[in-house]
Each structure stands twice: as structure tokens, then as C-alpha cells.
């Protein structure tokens, strides 16, 4: 089945420094790729919509300047976070709609990125 | 706006003790709801679509109902490897393919 790849599961970083996020379908193109954050006992709340080969999409109240997304070919996404600062730990999510099997297939998940920013 | 809401937000079971988990929304034109399960520190795990009301899918001890308000998810005798974080989501009409999530209902089944 359609597997999305996220890497690092995991990162710790201190306060103003940039961590990047990387977002990998890995038997599947996916001209579109969406970055979730999960604060605990939240929901998952849509960040952006990367497009391949064109600017991403931010949802109302994201700083694009802050979550700079790069899509840069049809299997690869980065969500970078600049100058991170404590607030922005939190739980971040890929997700992917495999290309062309319909507009009703379901969204693969990556396994999330843990950011802690020290 | 889209919106999901979930209940209960926890739920305690004992193993072999049905229930139901709910998921009421609002969207304009529904497209297709989603039911997720999310194990700590992991990406959601896809489990049903449903697209119209009436619409019912099972998979094992879990079957998904629809209804143009709400949703529901069915757990026929859990065990304690049904433990999760179950998530309901919306996708609207109109192109865009992103999901709008409810905050999900934790559930733990005890042996």
C-alpha cells in the first residue's frame, strides 16, 4: 500500500536555531502533500498545502516566513521552521493523496516529526 | 466552517465490552468523512471513507455508519490492542483535498 516516509521522527533544538523536516512518499507521486501540527490533546490542524513546483498554500493564521515549505518533486516535501522558539514544539505531520487514484482516495500519513525547541 | 466534533473524548472499555464512539460535523457538502486511528507518537492509520448517508463499512471488530450529521464508530467486543486515539475527519466539496479533524477520542480497553 502507499507508504508516506517522515524523517526525523524526532528532534531537539535549541531556541533560534532552523530544523528541517523532510516528507517522502515512497511508492506513490504525490503532487500535493499537506503539513499537520498536533499540540497534545488537540487535533490535527492543517498547517499548508505543498504543491509541486509552485508555492504552498498557508492556512489563516500560519507565518509563511516562520514554516517554509519547499515541494520540489513529486515524492519529496521539507517543512522548515525558522528561528524555532518553544512555542513551536509540537507534533508535525505529512500527509499525501496518492496521484491519480481518484479524488476520494484516502490521505497516507507519515509517522510525524516530535520537535522540542529548547 | 468545517467543523468536527468528537465524543466521548476518553472512553474506558473492558475487553469484550461493546460500544460506540461519535462524530458529529458540519461542512459544506460533504465529500467524505474519515475515521483514523492514531497510536501514540504516530501518524494516523486510515481506516474507513464513507460518503453518503446510510453508508456502512466494517473491518474486523470496527464498523463506521454515516449519517448527513454525524457518524458513528461501532466497537464489537474490543481488545486491548484496540486501544487508540480514534479520529473522525471531514473532506468538503470543492477541490481541495485537506482534512478537517475532530480532536479524537482516546479509548482503552482493560484485559
Known sequence: GAVVSQHPSWVICKS??????ECRSLDFQATTMFWYRQFPKQSLMLMATSNEGSKATYEQGVEKDKFLINHASLTLSTLTVTSAHPEDSSFYICSAPPFGQGANSPLHFGNGTRLTVT | EDQVTQSPEAL?????????????????????LF?????????????????SAGEEKEKERLKATLTKKESFLHITAPK????????????????????????????????
Open chain 2, 12 to 32: 474506558r472499555l473492558q475487553e469484550g465490552e461493546s460500544s460506540s464512539l461519535n462524530c458529529s460535523y458540519t461542512v459544506s457538502g460533504l465529500r467524505g
Open chain 2, 80 to 111: 486491548p490492542e484496540d486501544s487508540a486515539t480514534y479520529l473522525c475527519a471531514v473532506q468538503a466539496q470543492g477541490g481541495s483535498e485537506k482534512l478537517v479533524f475532530g480532536k479524537g477520542t482516546k479509548l482503552t480497553v482493560n484485559p
Open chain 2, 35 to 51: 475515521w483514523y486511528r492514531q497510536d501514540p507518537g504516530k501518524g494516523p492509520e486510515f481506516l474507513f471513507t464513507l460518503y
Open chain 1, 16 to 21: 533560534g536555531t532552523s530544523v528541517k523536516i
